[in-house]
């Protein structure tokens, strides 16, 4: 009994990693997916200050051996705190720790389909809503039916993008596009909104959430995935 209560401590714990992004610039997204963890029942760990970057601008930017660098440290991270699962709302951090390190990892989404019973049905019956596919989440890691099907099941009717799934185009926001050609990375998410059939955009990536909700037109909504859940 004792063993098995140590292999739980030692290597059974959940952690949940919001992501740069999320943890620095969206903090009340990040208070969100910790609500919902609560509301599934799960026990997830938080690293705080000890947490580092999955990596990915530095190994979309060239930089390999800083990006092994920070795969040693989280990995070392990992081990000292006895993860044993990852649950993650970033598409990019997610693909990154699904591809690149050793410890399971499981996007928010996935997990809040599993648990949807959780969650009331129809609360937003009748609503019409956008759903846009992140690049990370849709067709680097075939993650589509999940979180159309959670909306569906909150009562929303979604209204498709003409190009979705995996022929979903870009937010503009990703690849250091925004920082190296923001008028560029801003007619591109300018050019998204010209294709909506709706007043609400939901998206599950917080840089998909960041760019459009920079670049929405007036009347328009864009929500992050969580706020329809909390």
């Known amino acids: 009994m004792l ?7 030692s290597s059974g714990n959940t952690l949940y990693y919001p992501g740069c992004l999320t943890k620095f610039v969206l903090p009340r997204v990040d208070e969100n997916y910790r609500k919902i963890l609560k509301a599934m029942g799960i026990s997830y760990i938080l ?3 000890k947490e580092f970057c999955c990596g990915s601008p530095v190994l979309n930017a ?3 051996k800083d990006f092994d660098d920070l795969v040693r440290k989280n990995t070392e991270t990992f081990r000292q705190f006895g993860v044993g699962r990852i649950v993650t709302n970033c598409p990019a951090c997610f693909y990154m720790i699904k591809n690149h390190y050793s410890v399971p ?6 997990l809040i389909w599993k648990n949807i019973r959780r ?6 019956a009748g609503e019409r809503i956008t759903y846009h596919d992140p690049c990370h989440l849709g067709r680097h890691s075939g993650i589509y039916d999940e979180p159309r099907n959670i909306l569906k099941h909150l009562g929303f009717e979604v209204v498709e993008f003409p ?3 995996n ?19 801003n007619d591109i998410a300018k050019s998204r ?4 059939k709706t007043k609400k955009l939901i998206t599950p990536c917080p840089m998909c959430y960041a760019q459009f909700k920079e670049n929405a037109p007036k009347g328009v909504e864009v929500l992050e995935f969580s706020e329809v859940l909390v």
């Open 3 to 9: 063993k098995g209560l140590f292999d739980r401590i």
């Open 47 to 49: 690293l705080k200050d």
């Open 62 to 64: 060239g930089y390999k």
């Open 105 to 110: 990892v499981e996007h928010m989404t996935t």
């Open 119 to 124: 969650f009331e049905s129809g609360r937003f």
């Open 163 to 165: 190009q979705n799934r």
């Open 167 to 185: 022929l979903s185009l870009c937010c503009g926001g990703g690849g250091g596009l925004k920082t190296n050609c923001p008028s560029m990375s």
């Open 193 to 196: 909104f010209a294709e909506l």
